[in-house]
């Protein structure tokens, strides 16, 4: 698989009040193949959904380089980009405008691009609109008049009209109904698979994560973690943060075991993370180098693929 | 919608009937009627004749005699005689109305475009050093008194620059287009700072509001460029409420208009309410404050009916 967007020492941070910094993401480099989808999970607070912005080219980072399709984004070329990246938010209702009637809403983005005549971009916005499965006849209407899950697949349609090769899912099911999530799922499933697109799904519904995802980045604190092929990393986590993440997640007919819910407390502040490792203060694998010496991503003993930033990984 | 439309205009109807009993049963309680200027300037006139006057115009009917003449008429467009100009109440209206509403229209173009302008300045930062100086300058015009503000600018403009008159709407030996121009100029002004203070307001506060929205992030992600996402996104939904303020503040921008036409001796609606109304010409003085309601309520209908076109979630 050629890798279609890489992240490389991303850092973004933000100005707070004081003259202090929050590091809402430090040193990320991840990267994303064609046709493959990333997962990032971690908790609210862990910089997820910042560095989807970032990817989105939304949030500029403070440091480090997003390159695409090899070429590195910069003020120069993200014009040229920003219709091969796109993003799907999470609040359905407020991420359509609501003066615009759906056809403007799914064409506008062609327009931009200055791709086509206004016939055919009405053309492209009727296609879009049965493809995600919504009837002719929404072309005229306006968001208000649409359900949450509708709503969806019509920023799903406004993602997907000017031919992407990577869509950003800012947790895109979280805002719905369950019996409607596993519908647009499903239908971001098949779209994927007709088109050959890349997704980074960020979630921290861990159930669809394994539904959807090839690979898993999880974030604590801004910083990437442990990131692997979903079996290896749902089968055997070797970071302890993941383990705890993993061991959270109730299921019928399964006891809660023992050290579920094995991390206590909050996340610290990421004004003020913690030296060293900045798990060190929950973590129950926690010794005293862990406070003092940063750890580095490295492979999980006998697998290159799965990477953990741990002294301690199993 | 047709349906909401006609419901608006029939609600307008029933309060202009009822404004109109109301203003007519106000004038006719008040004190002295229009006989008694008329006694006044002439002292040889006998009781007997006061009487025979009286009948004649139908002051000696009641009240509510008198009103059901007069609505039976006016409902047929006749609006009576002003005793005063001694010509049909529309004929002294018509011009008064005229110079009222260039006055108004002037000054709310005027102030509506120098609002958005400098609302969406304001907004673009808002906290920064723009939107300060904005803020500033929009209290300073909400709080200057209108006639304060039309008696600076004539002392300044008229009486120690010399650039434009003080008063009226032409010169007699003049009279042209560009005569009457320089003559609108310092009422306009002064109506419009009046009332764009208040409406940049509107305009900043709304603004703000739909900047933070959602769909305002979808639009940049589509790569929109932000003089678009600006002017295109967030001012075609800020302006919703907008518009509505804006359309409702008609009825205080023609008693703002009043108080400038005293101001600058302007020969409009009120002066002629006010003239008509110490000389006890009853028809005149009510079709006026009747004309004056209707305004009021056309712009209330205006803002309803705004409303409903600019929101795709109200119409349907």
Sequence with gaps: ?314 | MRRFILQRIGQAALVLLVMSFVIYSLIGLMPGDPLDVMIASNPGATPEVVARLRAIYGLDQPLMYRYGHWLLAAVQGDLGFSRTHSQPVLEVLAPALWVTCKLMLASFVISVSLSLILGISAALRPGGIVDGIINLGAFAGISVPVFWLALMMILVFAVKLHLLPASGIANIDDGGFVDHLRHLIMPVATLALANTGGFTRFVRASMIETLRMDHIRTARAKGNAEGRVVLVHALRNAMIPVVTVMALSFGTLFSGALLTETMFAQPGMGKMIYDSILSNDFNLALSGLLFATLVTLLSNLAADLAYGWLDPRMSR
């Design chain 1, 1 to 314: 698989m050629t890798e279609l967007l890489n992240i490389e020492n991303i850092s973004v941070h933000f100005p707070s009040p004081g003259g202090r910094v929050v590091r809402a993401v430090q040193d990320v480099s991840l990267s994303i193949a064609e046709g493959e989808t990333l997962a990032l999970v971690g908790e609210s607070g862990s910089g997820k959904s910042t560095l989807g912005y970032t990817v989105a080219g939304l949030q500029p980072p403070t440091s480090g380089t997003l390159r695409f399709e090899g070429v590195p984004l910069t003020s120069r070329t993200w014009p040229a980009a920003r219709r091969k990246i796109q993003i799907v938010f999470q609040d359905p209702f407020g991420a359509l405008d609501p003066r615009m009637p759906i056809s403007s809403t799914i064409a506008e983005p062609l327009l931009i691009q200055r791709i086509g005549t206004s016939a055919s971009r009405m053309a492209r916005a009727e296609e879009l609109v049965q493809q995600v499965g919504l009837p002719r006849d929404a072309l005229n209407r306006y968001p208000h008049e649409f359900s949450g899950g509708q709503r969806q697949r019509i920023a799903i349609a406004r993602a997907l009209s000017p031919n992407p090769r990577l869509i950003v899912a800012d947790e895109p099911l979280s805002a719905l109904d369950v019996s409607i999530q596993s519908q647009v799922l499903n239908l971001m499933k098949e779209v994927q698979e007709k088109l050959g697109l890349s997704y980074l799904f960020i979630s921290h519904d861990l159930a669809v994560v394994n539904h959807l995802v090839d690979r898993v980045a999880v974030l604590y604190l801004g910083r990437l973690v442990e990131v692997g092929p979903r079996e290896a990393l749902f089968g055997k986590p070797a970071h302890p943060y993941t383990e705890a993440l993993l061991a959270s997640v109730p299921r019928i007919g399964r006891k809660r075991a023992r050290n579920a819910g094995a991390i206590k407390g909050e996340m610290p502040s990421p004004l003020n993370p913690p030296t060293g490792c900045v798990f060190h203060t929950r973590c129950p694998r926690a010794q005293p180098m862990c406070s003092e010496v940063v750890p580095v991503l490295e492979a999980v003993a006998g697998q290159g693929a799965h990477q953990a930033a741990c002294h301690f990984k199993e």
